[in-house]
């Protein structure tokens, strides 16, 4: 198999850390042109994607397709640590 980078197929993009303490939110909000790629790397909390709620726990990815309304909230009693990867397309 060949793998080949999608650079071709990208117009660009960014990696953005975020520390959301306990309580905090990363507002509901849009992106028309990106996919947002959530990893976590500490914390506890839940996303809401297009009024889909899914739990976020270390170690998962979470998408947000272009588009989606979204925002992440941390449900934990530790501050929720992710990094996400802002694909534009």
Do not use: Q, W
């Not at 080949?4 to 117009?11: G, I, S, T």
């Not at 960014?14 to 914390?43: A, E, V």
């Amino acid at each position: 198999m060949t793998v080949r980078p999608a650079r071709d197929r990208l117009v660009g993009g960014k990696n953005i850390p975020y520390r959301i303490h306990p309580g905090g939110f990363i507002g509901t909000h849009r992106h028309d042109t990106s996919d947002d790629i959530n990893y976590i790397l500490f914390g506890s909390g839940k996303a809401i994607c297009d009024g889909t709620v899914e739990l976020l726990t270390a170690g998962c990815c979470h998408i947000c397709p272009k588009g989606s309304e979204h925002s992440i909230i941390n449900t934990g009693s530790e501050d929720l640590c992710l990094l996400t990867v802002v694909v534009e397309r």
